[in-house]
């Protein structure tokens, strides 16, 4: 038995409490103070605050978001390297960073995030019944007739996979797993930080 074309997430914690606590006030500050960014979740329906449409330059607006990507660039290179990518006469380069504050039953419908070759979330805040993210099977639009799979199947066989993350922890992937946020239960806000990586050539 061979075991083919896996998929893989990473999974670290980075940072540390007070990194984190910044972040957290940054992200209430621009949740409260970002016009445009409130108007566009509006607009879109979207269930909470991001400012994935609205501010393009957090790490130069705020030292945390500056101090994150540090971290970021470092664990991003590390990604590329478990994955065998031929990096020579290439640079990964961070080309989006957004705040995203979800209350009760708020969720980000499946997706995934064209252009870019990693992806990834930092988690801030993540209180008891917090939202799951979940990641899908890329193959599962070709699976046609195949039954469903056993209750005990290992997570490596399953077609869904639910990740609870912890708060201080980064899930790195690559951009084209689709993924959502499963809808939170709890009262309390889930603050996440995410972000896209491209290829450039130096």
Same mark, same amino acid.
């Given at each position: ?15 540390? !409490? ?26 879109? !329906? ?13 790490? @130069? ?18 990604f590329a390297a478990a994955l065998h990518w ?17 209350? @009760?039953? !708020? ?26 993210i979940r990641f899908e099977d890329p193959r ?22 639910? &990740? ?9 992937? @690559?951009?084209?797993?689709?993924? @959502? ?11 996440? &930080? ?9």
């Amino acid at each position: 038995m061979r075991h083919l074309f896996s998929t893989l997430i990473d999974e670290m914690t980075l940072g540390d !409490g007070p990194l984190r606590s910044s972040l957290e006030r940054a992200a209430w500050i621009l949740s409260e103070d970002d016009t445009a960014g409130n108007d566009w979740c509006e607009q879109e !329906g979207y269930p909470g605050y991001t400012s994935y449409a609205s501010l393009d330059d957090l790490p @130069e607006r705020f030292p945390e978001f500056g101090a994150l990507k540090k971290l970021l660039d470092k664990a991003a290179a590390k990604f590329a390297a478990a994955l065998h990518w031929d990096m020579a006469g290439l640079a990964l380069e961070l080309d989006a960073l957004w705040v995203n504050v979800l209350g @009760e039953g !708020g969720y980000h419908s499946g997706h995934i995030h064209p252009g870019s070759v990693i992806s990834g979330t930092y988690y801030v805040c993540v209180p008891e019944g917090a939202g799951r993210i979940r990641f899908e099977d890329p193959r599962l639009a070709m699976m046609m007739a195949a039954p469903q799979l056993l209750d005990r199947a290992p997570e490596a066989a399953r077609r869904f996979v639910y &990740v609870t993350p912890a708060e201080g922890t980064c899930l790195m992937w @690559e951009s084209w797993l689709r993924h @959502e946020v499963m809808p939170g239960a709890s009262e309390e806000a889930r603050i996440s &930080v995410s972000f896209n990586y491209a290829v450039r050539r130096k």
